[in-house]
C-alpha cells in the first residue's frame, strides 16, 4: 500500500509502505475512504517542528473497516467508521469524565495520509454509521473527526449558551467549524476574526453575523464596540499563538470564558491579569469521540455541513500539492481520495 | 470617630478620625457592628505592599444605617446590613451577568477597620436583613462579607458538583469557608491541605473527609493516591502564589476545574501545560453580592457557621493586636468589636 511520509520541512513523498498489521488484539485495519491535510501538519512541513526519520503524517480518516483485532466486538468488517485524531478506550475513568482525548490508554493517530490504517483501541475510538453513507456525505464526516469536533469544543469549552455572544479568533477550518458549533449553540451574534475574503464569506455562510478585520488590541477594540463596551460572553480561541491568545482573553467580558483549541506555541498566561478579569480559560485536545453520535447525525440529517471548510480535492497520490496549497494559503484545507 | 491607620509595616495605630460624610447621593454611612482583619492586610503589614501616606485599613463589615444619600431607596436608617469588599451598583451589564466584583462602578472598600464607615454604591452593595439579628450571628455575618463569600466563589469557579471531589489548597480563613462551600454543594469527598492542627480541626469539623499535611509535588501524589491515581474534580486555590496555584493545577484530574481566589502574585500559567491537562481555570474577587441573599439565610438558618473562622475577639481600639496575631500566626483570624 502506499502512504505520505514526510522527509524534511517542504518534503513530503507519496510511497510504497508496509501495508499496517494487527499489532494488538484492540486494533482494527480500515481502509481510508476519505482523509486531508490538517493545519498542525504545516508545523513541521514549514520547519517550526522538527522532524527527525522520515515518517508518516496525517491524523484524520473515515473509512471502512478491513479487520479488527479478537477483542473488537463493536465494529465489523464492511462497516463504514468515524474516529478521532486522539484513540480512547472510553471506559477509562478519564473517558467516563467525557475527556476521551486524556484518554489513559491515548495514542494519538498519525499514519492516516494512507491507504490502509491502523486504529489503535478500535473498540472505544470508532463509532460505525447505520449503513454506508452516500458519498457526499464523506467530507463532513471526516470533519467530525478533527476540525468540527475541535469546533465543537472550542464553543462548548468557551461555554457558548442559547442567546449568548460568541468571538472566534481564527479564520482556518477550526475557527470556520467553530462558527457553526456556536450556531448550533444558540449563540445569537457570532464575531468572525478574518481578513480573508472566502474565509469570511463561508464565516458567514456557516452563520458569523459580523466580520472583524483588525487584530491584536485594534480587534479587541473593534469587539468592545459591537459588545456595548464590555466584551464578548464567549470567544473561541483557534489559533495557539501568544497574539491569538491575548486578543482572546482581551475580546471576553468580565466573567466570560474562552475555550482555546489551538496548541500553545510560546503562551503563557499572567495570572493577575486573568484573576481581575473574571474570565474562565479551558482548552486542549478535543474530546472529539464524546461528541461524534451527535455530529454525525447533524452531518447525516444535513444539520450542518462542515465539509465545506475542504475547498480544494485531490487525488490521495497527490498529497505534496495538497500540503502546498494549505502552505500557500490557495486553500483552507485539503480533502485527499485514495 | 476612630479607625485604624497603618503608617510602616508592622505600624498600625487606632487614632481619632474625621467621621465619613455623604459624598454622593449614592451613598451610605454605617455604624460598625463588627469588623476584622483579612489575610491581604497582612500584605502591607509585612512590608510586601507599598504603603505610601498612612491610609485607613479593613474592607469587611457589618452594621447599622445611621444615614443614606437622596437616591438610596432600598435600605433605612436602623437597619442592620450585610456588604461586600467591592462595592457594586448591581444594575450594569456586569453586575446582570454576575460579577458585581467587576461592577462599571466599582469601588474597594478600604476604611473598615472603624467606627464608622462611608458605603458607595449602597443602593447595590447593602443587603438589609429582615430584623436585627441577635449578636451570635454578627460574625457569621461578617464572614459572608468577604471570607465565606470568597470561599464560595472558590468552590463556585471550581465548579463543585453533588458527589464530586474537591481539593482545598490554603487553610486561612478563605481556605476554610471553601471547605463549607464545597460541602454545601454536595462534594462528597473533601480533602483540605493545611499542617495546623487548630485548622485541621476547623476543616473536618466544617466537613473535610480527608487531610494532605504534604505540599508541593509531594502533596500533589497524595492527592493522586486519595484520587484513583487521576486527581481531583475540583481545586480550590486559595492562597495565590505561583507554588499553590502549580499545586492546585496539578491536583485537578483531566478536565477538572480550578477556582483561584488568592490574588496572584508573580503567578503564570503555562498555556502548553494547561492546553494538555483540559482543566478548567477561572477566579477573582469574589462576586460576593450575588450571593449575599442565599448565604445569608444559611448563617440566619444556622445552616452554617462561617463565624468560627475567627478565634481572636478583641474591641476595636486593640486592632493593632489583632495584626500581630495573625502576623504570628497565633490567630487565623482577628474579630473587633467596636
Chains 1, 2 share one sequence.
Not at 476519505?34 to 501538519?41: A, F, K, P, Y
Not at 452516500?134 to 464553543?155: I, N
Not at 464565516?203 to 464596540?225: M, N, P, Q, S
Not at 462542515?306 to 490557495?330: C, H, I, N, S, W
Request: with cysteine; glycine share 12%.
Amino acid at each position: 500500500m502506499r502512504g505520505a511520509m514526510i522527509h524534511a520541512p517542504g518534503d513530503v513523498r507519496f510511497e510504497p509502505l508496509n501495508a499496517p498489521q494487527i499489532l494488538h488484539p484492540t486494533d482494527a485495519i480500515i481502509r481510508t475512504a476519505v482523509t486531508c491535510v490538517c493545519g498542525s501538519d504545516l508545523w513541521p512541513y514549514r520547519g517550526a517542528e522538527p522532524i527527525g526519520e522520515p515518517h508518516p503524517m496525517g491524523h484524520e480518516y473515515v473509512g471502512f473497516i478491513e479487520e479488527v483485532g479478537s477483542e473488537v466486538t463493536s465494529v465489523r468488517p464492511g462497516q463504514f467508521v468515524v474516529g478521532s485524531f486522539a484513540t480512547s478506550d472510553n471506559t477509562c475513568a478519564n473517558c467516563r469524565n467525557g475527556f476521551p482525548s486524556n484518554c489513559l490508554h491515548r495514542e494519538f493517530m498519525s499514519t492516516c495520509q494512507a491507504e490502509y490504517v491502523r486504529i489503535p483501541n478500535a473498540q472505544g475510538t470508532l463509532v460505525a454509521t447505520d449503513e454506508v453513507p452516500d458519498e457526499e456525505f464523506w467530507p463532513g464526516l471526516l470533519a467530525v473527526s478533527d476540525v468540527m469536533g475541535t469546533g465543537w469544543w472550542a464553543a462548548d469549552a468557551a461555554e457558548v449558551r442559547p442567546g449568548s455572544t460568541a468571538v472566534v479568533v481564527g479564520d482556518g477550518a477550526v475557527g470556520l467549524c467553530g462558527v457553526i458549533a456556536a450556531k448550533e449553540m444558540g449563540a445569537e451574534r457570532i464575531i468572525a476574526m478574518s481578513r480573508h475574503e472566502s474565509r469570511q464569506q463561508l464565516a458567514l455562510e456557516f452563520g458569523a453575523t459580523d466580520v472583524v478585520t483588525e487584530r491584536g488590541e485594534e480587534g479587541v477594540e473593534r469587539i468592545k464596540e459591537l459588545t456595548g463596551g464590555i466584551g464578548a460572553d464567549s470567544v473561541l480561541e483557534c489559533v495557539g499563538t501568544a497574539q491569538a491568545m491575548s486578543q482572546a482573553l482581551h475580546s471576553a467580558r468580565p466573567g466570560g470564558s474562552v475555550g482555546f483549541v489551538g496548541v500553545p506555541h510560546d503562551v503563557a498566561v499572567d495570572g493577575q491579569e486573568l484573576f481581575f478579569s473574571h474570565v474562565g480559560l479551558r482548552g486542549g485536545p478535543a474530546p472529539v469521540r464524546r461528541y461524534l453520535p451527535d455530529l454525525i447525525d447533524r452531518v447525516l440529517t444535513r444539520r450542518i455541513d462542515p465539509g465545506k471548510v475542504f475547498d480544494l480535492t485531490l487525488r490521495l497520490d497527490q498529497v505534496a500539492e495538497g500540503y502546498k496549497a494549505m502552505d500557500e494559503r490557495r486553500a483552507i484545507k485539503t480533502l485527499l481520495t485514495p
